[in-house]
């Protein structure tokens, strides 16, 4: 290849690289743990102007260029409402990057929320329950679980065993995230029916103190409870 024709390409590639460097670019992307049915919808604001706007964004990722310098505010959708990040772009040749945390509370906000399994005081007890309700399925599991010297056990036919941190930690933040849950049954006004529901209880001496259903896919960890009461 001559050296003049190198050359001609090689300063076209400059000339390229450098127009699409005098954009801002915004990637956006939501990264689910696994796939699920929920999508999120988001809105780009510059100074409380609405620029962008994008529904159902789905296991996916979209680019927004041409953003011009300044202050911003994305607000999206999550399991738990509305959330919001604010960035600015302080020159012309800027990339960023957002991952819309869709499934994660903040630890603020799981500090602030109430847990009655957390709460028991010694020698008290309470039963968690799990079910799944599909067309042609239905499971439920149950659990007891006893405070004792400070320490947390399952009851067995009137065996115990020990709880690990690890374990009692899984299923008290996932009684909190649950009660964070911001799911509703209704679309434009008329209610939702579904083929597959999931549901969490808690109960107290016969008396349940929280319960929660939860369309299947709408949290994608809503069925791993299972897993921490066996």
């Known amino acids: ?12 590639f400059l000339i390229i690289s450098n127009s699409f460097a005098q954009e801002n670019f915004l990637r956006i992307e939501v990264v689910p743990k ?15 102007s609405l620029l962008f706007t994008q529904c159902h964004l ?6 927004l260029h041409k953003l011009p310098k300044g202050n911003y505010k994305l607000k999206y959708d999550t399991v738990f409402g509305v959330d919001s990040i604010a960035f600015s772009f302080e020159s012309d040749r800027e990339f960023k990057k957002i991952i819309l945390q ?9 500090a602030n929320t109430f847990s009655s399994v957390e709460s028991l005081k010694n020698n008290e007890q309470i039963t968690v329950e799990y079910g799944l309700s599909a067309c042609f399925i239905h499971k439920k599991k149950k659990a007891t679980i006893l405070k004792e010297n400070d320490q947390y056990y399952f009851i ?3 065996h115990k065993r ?32 579904v083929t597959c529901v999931e549901f969490f209880s808690l109960s107290k001496d016969e008396i349940q103190v929280f319960e929660k259903s939860v369309f299947c896919g709408m949290w994608s960890e809503s069925s791993t409870i299972r897993n921490w009461i066996k």
């Open 1 to 12: 290849m001559p050296v003049t024709k190198v050359i001609f390409q090689y300063l076209l």
């Open 58 to 63: 789905k296991n996916n990722s979209h680019i």
């Open 162 to 193: 020990l709880i690990n941190e690890r374990r009692i930690n899984r299923i008290i933040r996932h009684e909190k995230i649950l009660k964070n849950l911001n799911f509703e049954n209704t679309l434009h006004g008329y209610e939702v029916y």
């Open 102 to 110: 869709t499934e994660n509370p903040s630890r603020e906000r799981l």
């Open 34 to 48: 696994k796939e699920m049915n929920r999508s999120s919808d988001y809105h780009l604001y510059q100074n409380d």
């Open 156 to 158: 067995d036919y009137r």
